[in-house]
C-alpha cells in the first residue's frame, strides 16, 4: 500500500514536497515514481527512482526544477517541487514498478491514492 501527502496550495513560482511512505516488506525490489494527473487530462509520467536511489529520470516539463529522492529505511519516496507553474495543478500519485524511466502504465504495479497540488497564478 503506498500513502502520498504534502499536497496543497501554494503561489506560482513556491516550492511544495510530496511524500508516499509504503507499507510491507518490499519496498527496496520496486523502483519508485510520481505521476499526475491534471483536470480533463490523461495521468502523465513525472520522474521515477531506481531502487538504490541512485539513478532517476524526469519528464521535460518538470526537469530541472523538481527532484525525485527516496529513503529506504523509511520506506518513503519524495518529490520536490520547485518554481511551480499554474500548469503543474494536478492530482500526483506515487507508484511502483519495475522501470524507473517509463511513462507506461504497463511497467507500474502498485499505485497510491493522489494529492492534490494546487499551483495559483
Known amino acids: 500500500q503506498l500513502q502520498a501527502s504534502g499536497g496543497g496550495l501554494v503561489q506560482a513560482g513556491g516550492s511544495l514536497s510530496l511524500s508516499c511512505t509504503a507499507s510491507?516488506?518490499?519496498?527496496?525490489?520496486?523502483?519508485m515514481g510520481w505521476f499526475r494527473q491534471a483536470p480533463g487530462k490523461g495521468r502523465e509520467f513525472v520522474a521515477g527512482t531506481s531502487r538504490t536511489g541512485f539513478s532517476t529520470y524526469y519528464a521535460d516539463a518538470v526537469k530541472g526544477r523538481f527532484t525525485i529522492s527516496r529513503d529506504n529505511g523509511k520506506k518513503t519516496v519524495y518529490l520536490q517541487m520547485s518554481s511551480l507553474k499554474p500548469e503543474d495543478t494536478a492530482v500526483y500519485s506515487c507508484a511502483a514498478g519495475r522501470t524507473y524511466y517509463s511513462a507506461s502504465n504497463d511497467d507500474w504495479d502498485y499505485w497510491g491514492q493522489g494529492t492534490l497540488v494546487t499551483v495559483s497564478s
Open positions: 510491507g516488506r518490499t519496498f527496496t525490489n520496486y523502483e
